[in-house]
Nanobody
Framework: QVQLVESGGGLVQAGGSLRLSCAAS????????MAWYRQPPGKQRELVAI??????TNADSVEGRFTISRDNAKNTVYLQMNSLKPEDTAVYYC?????????????WGQGTQVTVSS
């Protein structure tokens, strides 16, 4: 069983930066993929960035501004967000695929609020 806890959200002015963290707990054999999603007010949840063994991918809306990374020793995935815009305001969710007990399983975090003011 894996639990994900996000942190690092908050209120920031346009042009500022935030770093989100997602710490995973539990018995994990191997991380297959780690991702960040977000859900802006009044919109559906969307993929922000994903990191797999084959590389990293960003959504077009955050390309050049956001960077996803991970620390395997700490079972933690990060999202460094720079040059933030008001349209980045959303609840951000961590999502991971792990190899656990010989099976690939998917888990979601509870979400952390990011608010960018103008």
């Amino acid at each position: 069983q894996v639990q994900l806890v996000e942190s690092g959200g908050g209120l920031v002015q346009a042009g500022g930066s935030l770093r989100l963290s997602c710490a995973a707990s539990g018995s994990i054999f191997s991380f297959i993929a780690m991702a960040w999603y977000r859900q802006p007010p009044g919109k559906q949840r969307e993929l922000v960035a994903i990191i797999r063994s084959g590389g990293r991918t960003n959504a077009d809306s955050v390309e050049g501004r956001f960077t996803i990374s991970r620390d395997n020793a700490k079972n933690t995935v990060y999202l460094q967000m720079n040059s933030l815009k008001p349209e980045d305001t959303a609840v951000y969710y961590c999502n991971v695929d792990v190899l656990l007990g010989g099976t690939i399983r998917n888990y979601w975090g509870q979400g952390t609020q990011v608010t960018v003011s103008s």
